[in-house]
């Protein structure tokens, strides 16, 4: 069972540089969301979806761009990277009571 | 603006001794859940807590849930080193969560 599967699992990028942070999971869930943590800190969302093709704005998205043109995938844009940026990133997929958690990237921005 | 706090954010126990962390929040949501996180690891669900009253068990940990004072509270029994981690609480705005909204987690030593 692969889960919920990113890439890729650490990154390094010079301040406006732009990437994307793949998400992928094979469960057939609905619902996905993009979450960043800080050192000290609980995770906060950045972005969330509900189905292919909704996308909404969660607790910090600025900087960031989504979007869900299938049900498996939801990939995270960086559009200008900054070191703000510098977190570890989660995607997580639900259906119903449960939230499963992909294994995380690692971006530090330079 | 909504608030998910947890404490303590750090407790050195040891082993065999009983501990209590508390989540509170200040939204009206009915359905919490709590996670634990190894370092450098993902998160694992723990409990999921989906009514006022509700109170699961697994093993040495139990979670319960009380909506009206907005608390959530993960306890600790007779606690073993394996339990080291550190544990979030996290309270769901929507309705089938994907929207999560965290605590900014426990970190929990127990020494042997």
């Known amino acids: 069972n692969a889960g919920v599967t990113q890439t890729p699992k650490f990154q390094v990028l010079k301040t406006g540089q732009s990437m994307t942070l793949q998400c992928a999971q094979d469960?057939?869930?609905?619902?996905m969301s993009w979450y960043r943590q800080d050192p000290g800190m609980g995770l906060r969302l950045i972005h969330y979806s509900v189905g292919a093709g909704i996308t909404d704005q969660g607790e910090v998205p600025n900087g960031y761009n989504v979007s869900r043109s299938t049900t498996e995938d939801f990939p995270l844009r960086l559009l200008s990277a900054a070191p703000s940026q510098t977190s570890v990133y989660f995607c997580?997929?639900?259906?119903?009571?449960?939230?499963?958690f992909g294994q995380g990237t690692r971006l530090t921005v330079v | 603006e909504l608030k998910v706090e947890q404490n303590p954010l750090f407790l050195s126990m040891q082993e065999g001794k009983n501990y209590t962390i508390y989540c509170n929040y200040s939204t009206t949501s009915d359905r919490l859940y709590w996670y634990r996180q190894d370092p450098g690891k993902s998160l694992e669900s723990l409990f999921v807590?989906?009514?006022n009253g509700a109170v699961k068990q697994e093993g040495r940990l139990m979670a319960s849930l009380d909506t009206k004072a907005r608390l959530s509270t993960l306890h600790i029994t007779a606690a073993v080193h394996d339990l080291s981690a550190t544990y979030f609480c996290a309270v769901d705005i929507g309705d089938s969560n994907y929207q999560l909204i965290w605590g900014a987690g426990t970190k929990l030593i127990i020494k042997p």
């Open positions: 807590l989906l009514s």
């Open positions: 469960m057939n869930h609905e619902y």
């Open positions: 997580a997929s639900s259906r119903g009571q449960r939230a499963f």
